[in-house]
């Protein structure tokens, strides 16, 4: 959603970069490019006129003019401004010590608000709470439907007891459902409609004095531009939320929405919908954020994504390998299925420091990881643990039972070897080493450190590469390989026999 914000700033600040000193002249050339980046993005003038101000404030101060790099400074000086207004600090759900403690969603019809519900739902249960989601959405059609269904998915109960009538009853009737069952926390799911109107904010009112919620969640869409902001000054003067989850993060738009809300109501960003699926849900850090936006990537969310699927025993032990270069395909293969469950693999190269803009017009997805994968799994299991044994013939056969070339086959047990060898050297010579290990080792060092901690904010990150992301983008010919977007591969010459 920040790409063309992204790269706007980050032109800006090149212009920074490299100068001994900077003049007022040369910083109010610079905030007025960014007041235009952010004007684009669809930010509240208001906000982007607060936020200008207060960096001028310290750029044209003794803290740039006596910087070592005033370029850096200012970077530095942005990034803490740009988390101040996404909010500061990350802010937890206040589930209290009330049982049932009942969370409350409210929002647009069409902000996503129902789909929040069940991912919320998922995300609780996965920490161990009982969950109850209610069916308080009794004006859209097939909404009540649309919870039954999430609820199933998500494997959580849902009280739905009518399709239509008074959603009040049945978030008060919902409380002593949740008793019943030994709930620990119930979702209410609130009715919108497409504008803000006194009977959606009356029926929301009603339903928050009969189930006194510990948390009122705005769900608003990331992608609505400049009203986003009078939206949410007219939901909170209605019911007054504890909080905002921004839907549909991982849209096209401009995403204003994003660095206006938590400036103008006070009220935090607590939660973020990166994906359609009902696990692309992730707590909002704002610094973080303000990373992602600046190209610094987002390795504190990359190492919190592969503890869930990789333990640290795991990660020793592939860590090992690599750099005993004893590393096999079936190791492969089995870290390609782990990168798969940590999300879409495009999405997380671009929370590495300075991948976002390397992958600018690269298309990487899980189809340039499937032939790989049908590679690897039609190899027997000797081969897949000893390269060695892969001859001519063995080679055709692979490549006949995975559906592709002979030259990919060559290819990727190529590109394979190379990295192997590659990281075997680094863990000679002394480096942190490759694999999963050594990038989760990396990333907890600079857990709690903040902008100081990465090497180069705006640079490369120094750790050594995922496995399974090596092989994945390495070489693949004809499908394997991450290639640029809307361009055509040029057809492969036949050799001369």
């Known amino acids: 959603m920040f790409d063309a914000l992204s790269d706007r700033l980050e032109a800006i600040f090149a212009g920074f970069r490299g100068k001994g000193a900077l003049s007022e002249q040369q910083v109010d050339e610079g905030l007025r490019e960014i007041r235009l980046a952010l004007l684009e993005a669809d930010v509240n003038f208001k906000v982007v006129k607060t936020f200008v101000a207060r960096i001028r ?6 803290e740039v003019s006596a910087a070592l790099d005033p370029g850096q ?7 803490e401004e740009l988390v101040r207004i996404l909010g500061e600090a990350s802010a937890p759900l206040e589930l209290g010590s009330k049982s049932p403690a009942v969370i409350m969603m409210a929002g647009l019809q069409g902000s996503g608000k129902t789909t929040a519900s069940g991912k919320l739902a998922k995300l609780l249960k996965k920490k161990g709470r009982q969950v109850l989601l209610v069916a308080c959405d009794l004006q859209r059609p097939a909404a009540v439907q649309q919870l039954r269904v999430l609820g199933e ?4 109960p849902v009280y739905a007891p009518q399709e239509s ?4 009853a049945v978030a008060r009737q919902a409380i002593d459902e949740a008793k019943r069952l030994g709930a620990s926390v119930v979702i209410v799911d609130t009715a919108g409609r497409t504008n803000v109107d006194d009977e959606m904010m009356r029926q929301a009112a009603d339903i928050k004095a009969a189930v006194d919620p510990v948390e009122t969640l705005f769900v608003i869409d990331a992608m609505i531009g400049q009203e986003a902001v009078n939206v949410a000054l007219a939901f909170q003067e209605a019911v007054d939320f504890t909080g905002v989850i921004l839907s549909k993060l991982d849209g096209d738009a401009r995403g204003g929405a994003a660095l206006s809300v938590a400036e103008v109501t006070g009220r935090p960003i607590k939660f973020a919908s990166v994906g359609e699926k009902l696990d692309e849900f992730e707590a909002f850090h704002p610094d973080r954020m303000a990373g992602r936006i600046l190209g ?11 503890e869930e699927v990789y333990t ?6 592939a860590q090992e390998k690599l750099l005993k270069a004893e590393f096999t395909f079936e190791d492969f293969l089995e870290q390609l299925g782990q990168l798969r469950k940590m999300g879409p ?8 420091p300075g991948m976002g803009k390397a992958l600018k017009d690269v298309e990487v997805g899980d189809d340039q990881v499937k032939p790989v994968e049908a590679i690897i799994q039609s190899m027997t299991p000797a081969e897949r643990r000893d390269a060695k044994l ?9 490549a006949a039972g995975s559906g592709r070339s002979v030259q990919e086959i060559n290819e990727l047990v190529r590109s394979f070897e190379q990295m192997r060898e590659m990281m075997k050297m680094l863990g000679g010579k002394g480096g942190m080493g490759g694999g999963l290990g050594g990038q989760m080792k990396a990333m907890r060092a600079l857990k709690g450190q903040g902008l100081e901690g990465l090497m180069d904010p705006m640079g490369g990150f120094s750790g050594g590469g995922f496995p399974g992301m090596a092989g994945a983008g390495a070489g693949m010919g004809g499908g394997g390989a991450a290639r640029p977007k809307n361009k055509k591969v040029p057809a492969r010459k036949k050799r001369k026999r």
């Open 296 to 306: 610094m990537g987002d390795v504190l969310t990359l190492m919190e994504k592969a």
């Open 153 to 156: 998915q998500v494997g959580v």
């Open 57 to 62: 404030e310290r750029a044209v101060g003794a």
């Open 312 to 317: 640290a025993d795991q990660a020793a032990v």
């Open 165 to 168: 009538g008074d959603p009040v």
């Open 73 to 79: 400074q200012v970077l530095k000086i942005v990034h």
């Open 390 to 398: 892969l001859n001519g013939k063995r080679r055709k056969r692979i």
């Open 345 to 352: 693999l495009g999405s997380l190269l671009g929370m590495l």
